[in-house]
């Protein structure tokens, strides 16, 4: 269940970080899709044109409006914040179908396509229309 106030978002943010520094990398992947499976869906909230205006991660969970795309960026920004070596190489895709999917690892791993699903699925078997590397983002997270 998604958290009802900021503080205890907060804090079950924070726990999901810490409680998967340690876990492989499969499971801790799987825990964060999950946990950002549970924010409530909401339509248009962030663009791909207007990157330089995205919320930093603390703001995207205060402002509480998470379409497809903000999930995904609040996916990246747990990945990044959680630092393990072995989850790199983040990148957001958009398919034609207006999907939003997180890449991780040279697409050996795709998050936020369904609940307790790691897509391990070759990219090209979508039709992406949007490509961005974390490196356009993640200066937000410092």
Known sequence: MWPNNNDDLLISWYSLRLDNTQNDIEQALVAVNNWWQMAPISLHY????TVK???DPWDLLADGVYCSLAKALGISYTLLLMNR????????LQTDEGDNLVQVNQGKYILN???NELLNTPTDKFRITQIMESSMFEYKIN
Do not use: G, K
């Open 53 to 55: 205006d995205w919320p």
């Open 85 to 92: 070596p072995d989850i790199n190489d983040l990148t957001l």
């Open 46 to 49: 962030l663009h791909w044109d």
């Open 113 to 115: 396509w369904a609940p």
